[in-house]
């Protein structure tokens, strides 16, 4: 079956619909809470992205292998490792040549410093707020 190049046109997306700021959007959730990663789902579902979720290094180098997410969220404190390490991996100092956003997400306000430095973008306390 022949592609159509029209739908790989960037004037061919999908436009964001109105109060959904994520759509279209991948999201990779590492994270090994299984209610913080419910809660993360539903809030990127009304924005209107897509979330796939890793509980672990091993488990989110595996889904980076298939795909390429515009967005990775990182719990530093996981069960095989800290997170830092992931996030290093995906900092724009090295020689990937996509670059999603790297925020690090977590419930100890004392991690922020190590993942600013391991070179996240931006850090999220836990719990995150919802939307209105």
């Not at 009304?46 to 515009?70: E, F, N, T, V, W």
């Not at 290093?88 to 430095?117: F, M, N, Q, W, Y």
Request: with cysteine; proline share 9%; aromatic share 4%.
């Amino acid at each position: 079956m022949p592609v159509n190049e029209s739908l790989t046109r960037p004037d061919q997306l999908p436009r964001p619909a109105a109060g959904l700021p994520l759509w279209g959007l991948t999201i990779l959730l590492v994270e090994d809470s299984r209610f913080a990663a419910d809660g993360l789902r539903l809030m990127a579902l009304r924005g209107g992205a897509r979330l796939r979720r890793a509980d672990s290094l091993a488990q989110a180098r595996r889904h980076l292998g298939l795909y390429l997410p515009d967005i990775v969220l990182v719990d530093p404190g996981l069960p095989d490792g800290e997170g830092e390490a992931l996030i290093a991996d995906l900092s724009p100092a090295s020689a990937r040549t996509h670059r999603p956003v790297v925020l690090a997400i977590s419930g100890d306000p004392g991690k922020e410093s190590a993942c600013l430095a391991a070179g996240a973008a931006g850090f999220l306390s836990k719990p995150v707020a919802g939307f209105s």
